[in-house]
């Protein structure tokens, strides 16, 4: 079941999703070589609560941790650990937050150091696609359209893989609400995008091949053949005519590039 979201919970919701985007910012100030993923992991945890909101992801399902904190061929669902971060990863930091009963999730993929060029390469591609779906999610088009559009940025345009097993989702008092917003599918496909329907949408690109295996842990995603993976994610209204953004990557993004051990592509 659908539940659309009237003007009221949509500016609650914004004031969640951006949470998330503040707590990104605090986090792209402190990655540098040398980090332990687990010492984020706790400043996350401690920033979301002295805002007066929760951890989602903190036991959703059994997760044992505030956020899921990928490296490298880590597609989603990373476990913060003592591994410390060298120059040349690619981390993707996904945060969820509880405020005032409303959720915000989202996700941005950060370079430490100078990774190699294919790299650079996914990670701005990935990033694009997820605005190309973005477009789509306006009033009247259908799910497949935002689908479409990130499968053909990705996979047909450049090559990618498009990570089938996992897809983004409706957002609101749940974290993962209907409908599904898959990565890969057909023009003019799946349920039709009424205004107020807010979505996490999500491309989670492999620079391999799409396949994707869970490790013993029943959490960590890594890619099959090895290869780097990225994760962009944004949570989105759908308007007529225009998609509104809940999230925010502007503070992120400025605080990437005042960071010196981070790279960033515009
Ligand atoms: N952002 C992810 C999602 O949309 C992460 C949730 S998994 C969790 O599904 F278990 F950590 F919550
Ligand atoms: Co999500």
């Known amino acids: 079941m659908i539940h659309y979201k009237?003007?009221?919970?949509?500016?609650?919701?914004?004031?969640?999703?951006l949470l998330v985007s503040k707590t990104l910012?605090?986090?792209?100030?402190?990655?540098?070589p040398g980090i332990t993923t687990l010492s984020i992991d706790q400043m996350i945890?401690?920033?979301?609560?002295?805002?007066?909101?929760?951890?989602?992801?903190?036991?959703?399902?059994?997760y044992p941790f505030n956020s899921c904190i990928s490296v490298n061929d880590v597609v989603v669902h990373g476990f913060p650990s003592q591994h410390p971060l060298k120059e040349g990863d690619i981390v993707t930091v996904d945060v969820g937050v509880i405020l005032e009963g409303w959720h915000g999730d989202h996700a941005y993929t950060f370079m430490i150091g100078k990774p190699s060029d294919d790299v650079i390469k996914l990670v701005k591609i990935t990033k694009e696609s997820l605005y190309k779906g973005i477009e789509k999610a306006v009033?009247?088009?259908?799910?497949?359209?935002?689908?479409?559009?990130?499968?053909e940025h990705t996979e047909k345009k450049n090559g990618y893989g498009?990570?089938?097993?996992?897809?983004?989702?409706?957002?609101?008092k749940d974290l993962h609400e209907?409908?599904?917003?898959?990565?890969?599918?057909?023009r003019g496909s799946g349920p039709v995008l009424r205004d107020g329907l807010v979505i996490a949408i999500?491309?989670?690109?492999?620079?391999?091949?799409?396949?994707?295996?869970?490790?013993?842990?029943?959490?960590?995603?890594?890619?099959?053949?090895?290869?780097?993976?990225?994760?962009?994610e944004h949570d989105v209204c759908v308007r007529k005519g225009k998609a509104d953004i809940l999230s925010d990557y502007t503070g992120i993004e400025a605080a990437?590039?005042?960071?010196?051990?981070?790279?960033s592509v515009d």
Do not use: C
């Open 6 to 17: 009237n003007d009221e919970e949509v500016e609650l919701m914004r004031k969640s999703a």
């Open 25 to 32: 910012t605090e986090v792209a100030g402190m990655l540098k």
């Open 45 to 62: 945890g401690t920033f979301i609560r002295d805002h007066k909101a929760i951890p989602s992801f903190l036991h959703y399902n059994g």
């Open 139 to 151: 009033a009247g088009n259908r799910v497949g359209d935002i689908a479409y559009a990130i499968q």
């Open 162 to 172: 498009v990570v089938r097993e996992l897809v983004g989702h409706g957002l609101g």
């Open 178 to 186: 209907d409908p599904q917003v898959p990565n890969y599918g057909k």
């Open 202 to 232: 999500e491309p989670m690109i492999n620079m391999g091949k799409k396949e994707v295996f869970t490790e013993e842990d029943g959490w960590t995603v890594r890619t099959r053949d090895g290869k780097p993976s990225v994760h962009f």
């Open 256 to 263: 990437e590039k005042a960071n010196t051990a981070l790279y």
